[in-house]
């Protein structure tokens, strides 16, 4: 039951159903199908392998395989990262010190680029006092 529950839902994946917004895919047939909804049509990559035989008695057994192989392959889904956005902020603001920091070596941008520059710092110093990963970043500029 459960093995029929999931080729239906991959058959329903695999046709498209879902991006067109026609058909319900029916996930909820079975407790394999609920477990993996999120790897067959979330945000996930899954991997499946096949297990097929080369004898000639496993025949119409490797067929099925390889076509239910073949539509699980078909499946496409749109995966995103998840990330937090305190991480993704923090992240951005490393890479503006470290282009801050790069300027104020090279001595780019005159004097409104410094001035500039010092507002991003006290920016920064800001935010290091709220996440303790930014304290370094701007320790490490403290010499400027």
Known sequence: MSLMALGNVINMLSEGAA??????????????????????GGNAMTVMLAAISPADYNYSETMSTLKYAYRAKSIANAVTRNEDSNERMIRD????????????????????????????????????????????????????
Do not use: H
Not at 22 to 39: A, H, N
């Open 93 to 144: 603001l490393q890479s503006q010190i470290e282009e801050l920091k790069r300027k104020l070596q090279s001595g780019e941008g005159g004097e409104s680029s410094l001035l500039f520059c010092r507002n991003c710092l006290l920016l920064a110093w800001k935010l290091s006092n709220c996440l303790p990963s930014l304290r370094a970043a701007f320790l490490s500029l403290s010499q400027f």
């Open 19 to 40: 991006r067109q917004g026609k058909k319900v895919i029916p996930y909820r047939d079975s407790k394999l199908t609920r477990l993996l909804q999120e790897s067959l």
